[in-house]
């Protein structure tokens, strides 16, 4: 690959996240009260459809460890989210969703999609992105 192209995806990807990550912030705040991260773990605990380990949870979402207890614990003030201690294991500690934790999720979920259509429609990628992501 040349440093160029290599450069160029960098900052397609880090305009596109920016953008992304600002809209998702102000439409799932203002609509849902609910910021990116914290719509993101409910998401991946729907998509998965049971308790996961924090460490899990981490590998997932790319949050460090002490930024997902941030968000785990919003998300449990706001009852969208329980902690349990493991029983086997009594360090271990897992996140299940709650009842009021799904029904956000799918009152959220058009929006968090019509954003990301919406970043990701509006404007075509370079094409050096473009021919290297669909080949010759």
């Known amino acids: 690959m040349d440093e160029e192209f290599v450069v ?10 920016a953008k992304a990550m600002c809209a998702l912030e102000r439409e799932l705040g203002d609509r849902h009260g609910l910021g990116p991260s914290e ?5 991946r605990m729907v998509h998965h459809g049971k308790k996961l380990r924090i460490q899990e949870l981490c590998d ?4 460090s460890q002490s930024a997902l207890s941030r968000v785990v614990a919003r998300l449990e003030k706001a009852a969208l989210v329980s902690r349990v201690v493991c029983d086997v294991d009594r360090r271990g ?3 299940c969703i709650t009842d009021e934790g799904r029904a956000r999720h799918a009152e959220a979920l058009p929006t968090q ?3 990301l259509s919406s970043v990701f429609t509006e404007a075509p990628a370079p094409a050096a992105f473009e021919a290297a992501v669909t080949g010759p």
């Not at 997932?60 to 949050?63: G, P, R």
């Open 39 to 43: 719509f993101e773990v409910l998401d």
């Open 93 to 95: 500690v897992f996140v």
């Open 60 to 63: 997932e979402v790319h949050l």
């Open 8 to 17: 160029g995806t960098w900052h397609y990807v880090l305009a596109k996240h």
């Open 113 to 115: 999609r019509a954003v």
